[in-house]
């Protein structure tokens, strides 16, 4: 049976992953100049960001070293 994960899908998941750390890194630079920044849970917000995107950015390094 051949496997569903072939090298073309693995860059473009690889791919997808870095497009999505790169728009969580984004909004960390660019929410707090549109928006105040008031309360605590307005940070934890920023640091999920923070967390979500270099997850991602993690994930899309080792999808692109299995291809």
Do not use: C, H, Y
Request: hydrophobic letters at 60%; a positive charge; zero cysteines.
């Amino acid at each position: 049976m051949q496997s569903w994960f072939t090298k073309e899908r693995l860059n473009i998941l690889s791919q997808l992953f870095t497009n999505l750390a790169a728009g969580w890194f984004g909004v960390i630079l660019i929410i707090p100049g549109v928006t105040k920044l008031d309360a605590f849970s307005d940070f934890l917000w920023l640091f999920r960001n923070l967390l979500f995107g270099i997850l991602a950015l993690s994930v899309a390094m080792i999808l692109s070293r299995e291809n």
